[in-house]
């Protein structure tokens, strides 16, 4: 048994609460340049949007639960890590919501197969060369990667005098 849908569940409860206390920001705070590595809370959430709609689009057995649609339904192309895909919150929170859900079934559904976290997975890079890893490693990437670019969010709310609140996994009711 992995540990994988419990991470897909707390970041799911995680997002939720950032996207919270985004909800109480000021007008004009959530896309306001902080100095961050993505410059506001909006560019860094639309990031972390994109990577996991790129990780979900390599795990998920049905690969149309991984495509972001714009206003009128038609896919949006990623062409950058840091695109803004979504510039205001209630878009954002939406798109958020169903990828949440759709990472958390994937997850579910790997974890009921029994998929072999030690098979290997190739990675293109920007540069156009590959990497070879297993999958274990790429999950354990992805889960990173959220908890590393929320807890860059959860420092600009704070220094906005938002409390996103508890973060500690062991202290969260996930289910």
């Given at each position: 048994?992995?540990?994988?849908p419990?991470?897909?569940?707390?970041?799911?409860?995680?997002?939720?609460r950032?996207?919270?206390?985004?909800?109480?920001?000021?007008?004009?705070?959530?896309t306001?340049?902080?100095?961050?590595?993505?410059?506001?809370?909006?560019?860094?959430?639309?990031?972390?949007?994109?990577?996991?709609?790129?990780?979900?689009?390599?795990?998920?057995?049905?690969?149309?639960?991984?495509v972001?649609?714009?206003?009128v339904?038609?896919?949006?192309?990623?062409?950058a890590?840091?695109q803004?895909?979504?510039?205001?919150?209630?878009g954002?929170t939406?798109?958020r919501?169903r990828?949440?859900k759709?990472?958390?079934?994937?997850?579910?559904?790997?974890?009921a197969?029994?998929?072999?976290?030690?098979a290997?997975?190739?990675?293109?890079?920007?540069?156009?060369?590959t990497?070879?890893?297993?999958?274990n490693?790429?999950?354990?990437?992805?889960?990173?990667?959220?908890?590393?670019?929320?807890?860059?969010?959860?420092?600009?709310?704070t220094?906005?005098?938002?409390d996103?609140g508890?973060?500690?996994?062991?202290?969260?009711?996930?289910?």
């Open positions: 048994m992995s540990s994988f419990l991470w897909a569940r707390y970041n799911q409860a995680m997002n939720q950032l996207y919270q206390a985004c909800a109480r920001l000021q007008p004009g705070q959530f306001e340049e902080r100095g961050a590595f993505f410059g506001s809370i909006c560019r860094t959430l639309n990031h972390i949007l994109i990577a996991d709609t790129y990780w979900l689009s390599r795990f998920a057995e049905d690969k149309s639960v991984a972001l649609l714009d206003g339904g038609k896919p949006i192309r990623i062409t890590s840091d803004v895909v979504y510039e205001d919150l209630a954002l939406a798109w919501k990828i949440d759709q990472i958390v079934r994937c997850l579910d559904i790997m974890e197969k029994g998929a072999d976290l030690n290997l997975m190739t990675h293109r890079l920007v540069d156009g060369s990497v070879e890893f297993t999958v490693k790429a999950l354990s990437h992805w889960f990173n990667h959220q908890t590393h670019h929320r807890g860059q969010v959860t420092t600009l709310l220094q906005l005098g938002v996103v508890v973060t500690d996994l062991l202290l969260m009711d996930l289910g």
